[in-house]
């Protein structure tokens, strides 16, 4: 094992050629579960090598950065194949020992402080991925039809619909629940429990129980985890579901409607006086029963249609004659828009060809979730705001007043009124948005040089969503 890689590592093949390479691994599996009869043969799942592979092409399909020990997803399947046999024989004789997550901070949306993430080491980061791959398939039928975070073929957008149907049945008055750290503060013990009672394998439970307190590097200083379960890692949002569904079940016994993704969660009622009372209850229950820390100032009962107050996963409720329907919250349209305005400052020097691109890649990731929102017109309008954007981006790049001279009369204007353009001391977004500009540097050759009609997309995605 070299000095570089502090990370115990896993066998794993790419694939079927690398499986002969496997073949010691899963042989030793298979007699431990013979010998348990089969009653308790998860870890023999887990590291089952199809298992691995899967779990392996996972973490490399979504990149992400290195953990403690600087090793890459690139680094990692050459050091795998090369101390496979250790890691499986740790993880059987119950030596594997995770390595401490790497601390990240990045500043939150709202400028309220940090998110604290912790990321683990590749390795570890396979091995995560392979536990809850098994997991999964054992919790996901004990979860609630109201819980649609880190779930399979569920999603925000569903989300927010099912919070629309609600208040279309009379649900009008919601309990925006607000938990203070909830991934930092996740009682051990009580997960533990919860693990338990549905897992039989007690090497499983141990080892995701070490994973649990295998601590966190800041600043080259490693601190115990008494609690919690940081965000990085892949365990953790399934965990972080197993823990709420307590809450879940219970608010569904009582009869209370609740939506939750992760650790968003709106309670609905039918009033506001019926609002309040619950917005106690899940006060008692989440700080009583399960130990966690609701925030005071952020959990509130508001009005669903009220746009200014209601936010949900970026999305607000709207209600017209029409009825109710769904909007892209305020604050996730300012973001955008300020996100677009950096993307094409016209200071950056870049082709305006690159610029495009990057704006494109962009706007499809956002309307690939927003879409549900009803949103046309302002689509409508930010596509002409763009195209006067990159209209004033490529009129500063041609500078000088006979460069300009020269494309406008390329682009079909008259000498004169090139001249007259070309020399004039109007700004930038000024002469963008005249006419003389309109005529040269048309729609058409805009979406030429790659300008993305991001309103069609839009229009497509609402159709098959219609059609769902």
Same mark, same amino acid.
């Given at each position: ?16 050629? &690398? ?18 009869? @089969? ?34 997803? &690139? ?9 496979? &046999? ?73 989300? %927010? ?15 925006? *629940? ?63 579901? %197993? ?75 709207? $209600? ?33 060809? *690159? *610029? ?37 981006? %490529?009129?500063?790049?041609? $500078? ?11 682009? @079909? ?17 000024? *002469? ?8 040269? %540097?048309?729609? &058409? ?24």
């Amino acid at each position: 094992m070299t000095a570089k890689y502090c990370a115990q590592a896993g066998c794993l093949q790419r694939d079927s050629v &690398e499986r002969q390479e496997y073949a010691g691994a899963p042989s030793t599996g298979n007699r431990e579960g013979r010998e348990r009869g @089969g009653a308790s043969d998860l870890l023999e799942r887990i590291l089952d090598r199809n298992n691995l592979n899967r779990a392996y092409k996972r973490v490399k399909r979504n990149h992400g950065a290195p953990g403690i020990d600087g090793m890459t997803v &690139e680094d990692a399947l050459p050091w795998l194949r090369e101390h496979r &046999e250790e890691l499986l024989q740790s993880i059987w004789d119950g030596s594997f020992r995770p390595n401490p997550v790497r601390r990240k901070e990045i500043p939150k949306p709202d400028g309220s402080g940090v998110r604290k993430l912790g990321i683990p080491t590749v390795v570890d980061r396979v091995i995560q991925q392979a536990i809850a791959q098994q997991l999964q398939g054992i919790f996901e039928p004990l979860f609630s039809d109201g819980s649609y975070g880190y779930r399979p073929k569920r999603s925000a957008q569903q989300a %927010i619909r099912k919070v629309k149907e609600y208040a279309e049945q009379g649900y009008t008055h919601a309990v925006e *629940v607000d938990l203070s750290k909830y991934f930092d503060t996740l009682n051990h013990e009580l997960l533990m429990n919860l693990l338990r009672k549905q897992i039989q394998d007690k090497r499983v439970t141990d080892l995701v129980k070490r994973y649990l307190k295998s601590g966190v590097m800041a600043n080259g200083v490693v601190c115990k985890t008494e609690e919690g379960s940081p965000q990085g890692g892949p365990l953790s949002p399934l965990l972080a579901n %197993i823990y709420l569904n307590e809450f879940d079940r219970e608010m569904e016994r009582r009869g209370v409607k609740v939506i939750r993704y992760a650790d968003d969660i709106v309670v609905l009622a039918k009033s506001k006086r019926a609002a309040k009372h619950l917005l106690e209850s899940c006060r008692k229950l989440l700080e009583g029963k399960l130990k966690l820390t609701m925030n005071a100032q952020k959990s509130k009962v508001v009005s669903v249609v009220a746009q200014k107050h209601f936010k949900f996963l970026g999305f607000c409720l709207g $209600k017209n004659g029409k009825g109710i329907y769904i909007r892209a919250h305020r604050k996730s349209l300012d973001k955008a828009k300020r996100k677009l305005k950096e993307l094409t400052k016209r200071s950056q020097g870049r082709n305006v060809r *690159v *610029v495009m691109q990057k704006v494109k890649v962009f706007i499809r990731g956002w309307i690939g979730y927003f879409y549900v929102a009803d949103m046309k017109r302002i689509l409508q309008s930010w596509n002409e705001w763009l195209r006067r954007r990159f209209r004033m981006y %490529i009129w500063k790049q041609w $500078k000088k007043p006979r460069t300009k001279v020269a494309n406008l009369r390329k682009l @079909g204007i008259p000498a004169d009124k090139a001249r007259q353009w070309g020399n004039s001391r109007l700004g930038y977004w000024r *002469v963008a948005g005249s006419a003389v500009l309109q005529r040269s %540097i048309t729609n &058409e050759k805009l979406a030429l040089a790659g300008y993305y009609d991001f309103p069609a997309q839009y229009e497509q995605l609402r159709n098959l969503h219609l059609c769902d």
